[in-house]
């Protein structure tokens, strides 16, 4: 049996998988990434370890005649991995908090470093060449030391095959970095990755890697890609007029444009020359998280609870019996905490709270689409993805406040979307279109509820 591996590197875990020609997964592996801390020698490291552990637990359910074609990636944004001249790996001190009102930031954004040229089109390249700006300035002696520098992505790859590269996503948006990024950095360009479409091949699986992960050295290895691309392709939400909802660690929003957008928004490519608009709730996934388990404190499970609750939430009608929640800035989480806290001593019953909770998270992604949409992106067809899809309560009242239907993608959309790149990559599919059409598998609709629609629409009005 012929299979690719995938692996989904997230800061909540890692996930390996062993995928078909269908784009099944015919094993499977999972390790915790949350406990892997911020420093100089246990970043890199903790998530390479993450990474062989996943591999290693996927192998073990493997039959044993299966061959793999090829491996791929898929990786969340995490920037600042570097190499010093000794091929050592590190993670330097990146204590900056870069908003796009830090100094650094406005700096990288504007026009004395790119003049009449919009910075961004360069999608994370131009915060990348920020974040290298501020350790220039701030610790110099780490800085001097860089040799190569990329992405956690990158060194994932690079622990495999050797080879320094990376994606158009992960990096500037193109197969070149700009003169002005890389003089943004102060580095030579040789010491950016090489920048390659997503399924082209890195390299091989050293001998060292090979023996790490348990598999045959020189097993073919693919560039990989960013993870909310790899979770786009995944459920086939690559053509203009799509729109991919990602609920895992963090709650985003990708509409599908096909060509880049020039109103100063976040884009990146989601396939060769396709590209969307990206937007996030800053920390919708802990408040998500953390206010349902306060609802009721003496179940701590929150895969049970979400199972528990969300039938029982389905059944209150829309409004939740006038009680409001809404989410809050990541800094001031405690509020939520409490709204919830009272509104449980107040006599609402869990199901009221959970109901409330679940349309504050779906008019944050109501501002997500309206945004997307202020923005020149014109959304048309909904998927979901991540775990919070196989939440059926709260994909219905999603569904209701966008007054659209939504299809339920793989939960797992990232996985199948690094299994595609690494298809492609092993020649069994020409391009990223048979990829889709062979490996991606249309899922369950979720339509809107008329009296929900009519509720809910009248209180968007009321906000405007």
Same mark, same amino acid.
């Given at each position: 049996?012929?299979?690719?591996?995938?692996?989904?590197?997230?800061?909540?875990?890692?996930?390996?998988?062993?995928?078909?020609?269908?784009?099944?997964?015919?094993?499977?592996?999972?390790?915790?990434?949350?406990?892997? @801390?911020?420093?100089?020698?246990?970043?890199?490291?903790?998530?390479?370890?993450?990474?062989?552990?996943?591999?290693?637990?996927?192998?073990?359910?493997?039959?044993?005649?299966?061959?793999?074609?090829?491996?791929?990636?898929?990786?969340?944004?995490?920037?600042?991995?570097?190499? /010093?001249?000794?091929?050592?790996?590190?993670?330097?001190?990146?204590?900056?908090?870069?908003?796009?009102?830090?100094?650094?930031?406005?700096?990288?954004?504007?026009?004395?470093?790119?003049?009449?040229?919009?910075?961004?089109?360069?999608?994370?390249?131009?915060?990348?060449?920020?974040?290298?700006?501020?350790?220039?300035?701030?610790?110099?002696?780490?800085?001097?030391?860089?040799?190569?520098?990329?992405?956690?992505?990158?060194?994932?790859?690079?622990?495999?095959?050797?080879?320094?590269?990376?994606?158009?996503?992960?990096?500037?948006?193109?197969?070149?970095?700009?003169?002005?990024?890389?003089?943004?950095?102060?580095?030579?360009?040789?010491?950016?990755?090489?920048?390659?479409?997503?399924?082209?091949?890195?390299?091989?699986?050293?001998?060292?890697?090979?023996?790490?992960?348990?598999?045959?050295?020189?097993?073919?290895?693919?560039?990989?890609?960013?993870?909310?691309?790899?979770?786009?392709?995944?459920?086939?939400?690559?053509?203009? +007029?799509?729109?991919?909802?990602?609920?895992?660690?963090?709650?985003?929003?990708?509409?599908?444009?096909?060509?880049?957008?020039?109103?100063?928004?976040?884009?990146?490519?989601?396939?060769?020359?396709?590209?969307?608009?990206?937007?996030?709730?800053?920390?919708?996934?802990?408040?998500?998280?953390?206010?349902?388990?306060?609802?009721?404190?003496?179940?701590?499970?929150?895969?049970?609870?979400?199972?528990?609750?969300? @039938?029982?939430?389905? /059944?209150?009608?829309?409004?939740?019996?006038?009680?409001?929640?809404?989410?809050?800035?990541?800094?001031?989480?405690?509020?939520?905490?409490?709204?919830?806290?009272?509104?449980?001593?107040?006599?609402?019953?869990?199901?009221?709270?959970?109901?409330?909770?679940?349309?504050?998270?779906?008019?944050?992604?109501?501002?997500?689409?309206?945004?997307?949409?202020?923005?020149?992106? /014109?959304?048309?067809?909904?998927?979901?993805?991540?775990?919070?899809?196989?939440?059926?309560?709260?994909?219905?009242?999603?569904?209701?406040?966008?007054?659209?239907?939504?299809?339920?993608?793989? @939960?797992? +959309?990232?996985?199948?979307?690094?299994?595609?790149?690494?298809?492609?990559?092993? +020649?069994?599919?020409?391009?990223?279109?048979?990829?889709?059409?062979?490996?991606?598998?249309?899922?369950?609709?979720?339509?809107? /509820?008329?009296?929900?629609?009519?509720?809910?629409?009248?209180?968007?009005?009321?906000?405007?």
């Amino acid at each position: 049996m012929d299979v690719v591996l995938a692996v989904d590197i997230g800061s909540t875990s890692c996930k390996a998988a062993y995928l078909d020609k269908q784009g099944r997964m015919v094993a499977t592996g999972r390790v915790n990434t949350r406990q892997i @801390p911020v420093a100089r020698t246990e970043t890199l490291s903790g998530f390479w370890e993450a990474f062989g552990l996943s591999v290693h637990a996927a192998s073990a359910q493997l039959a044993d005649d299966g061959r793999v074609s090829a491996i791929g990636i898929a990786c969340r944004s995490f920037f600042g991995a570097c190499i /010093d001249a000794a091929g050592k790996a590190y993670w330097p001190s990146w204590d900056a908090k870069l908003s796009r009102n830090a100094p650094v930031v406005q700096r990288a954004l504007s026009p004395e470093i790119w003049g009449a040229k919009d910075p961004f089109a360069y999608g994370y390249g131009t915060w990348f060449g920020a974040l290298i700006s501020w350790l220039r300035e701030a610790r110099p002696d780490e800085w001097n030391s860089i040799h190569r520098v990329g992405a956690l992505r990158d060194y994932i790859v690079y622990e495999m095959t050797g080879e320094w590269v990376t994606d158009p996503a992960t990096g500037p948006g193109q197969h070149e970095w700009p003169d002005e990024l890389v003089g943004l950095t102060g580095l030579s360009r040789d010491a950016l990755p090489l920048i390659m479409d997503p399924h082209a091949g890195a390299g091989g699986l050293t001998v060292d890697a090979a023996a790490a992960l348990g598999l045959l050295a020189d097993t073919p290895v693919v560039v990989g890609q960013h993870d909310g691309a790899a979770a786009n392709l995944g459920v086939g939400a690559i053509r203009p +007029g799509d729109g991919c909802f990602t609920f895992g660690t963090n709650f985003v929003f990708r509409g599908v444009t096909g060509e880049r957008l020039t109103t100063k928004s976040m884009n990146y490519l989601v396939a060769p020359e396709i590209w969307a608009w990206v937007g996030n709730i800053p920390g919708a996934s802990q408040q998500f998280e953390t206010a349902t388990s306060r609802i009721a404190h003496e179940r701590s499970d929150a895969m049970e609870l979400h199972a528990e609750l969300g @039938p029982l939430a389905h /059944d209150v009608e829309s409004g939740a019996n006038g009680l409001r929640l809404d989410l809050v800035s990541p800094d001031e989480d405690e509020k939520l905490y409490s709204a919830v806290a009272a509104a449980r001593q107040a006599g609402h019953s869990e199901a009221v709270v959970y109901r409330a909770l679940l349309e504050a998270v779906a008019f944050g992604e109501l501002g997500l689409v309206q945004r997307a949409r202020e923005n020149g992106a /014109d959304p048309q067809r909904f998927v979901a993805t991540g775990g919070g899809a196989r939440n059926n309560a709260f994909m219905q009242v999603l569904a209701s406040v966008l007054d659209v239907s939504i299809e339920v993608g793989e @939960p797992d +959309g990232g996985l199948v979307g690094a299994g595609m790149a690494a298809a492609i990559g092993a +020649g069994w599919y020409a391009s990223v279109d048979e990829a889709v059409a062979g490996m991606c598998a249309s899922g369950p609709i979720i339509r809107p /509820d008329p009296a929900g629609v009519e509720y809910y629409r009248g209180r968007h009005q009321e906000k405007e």
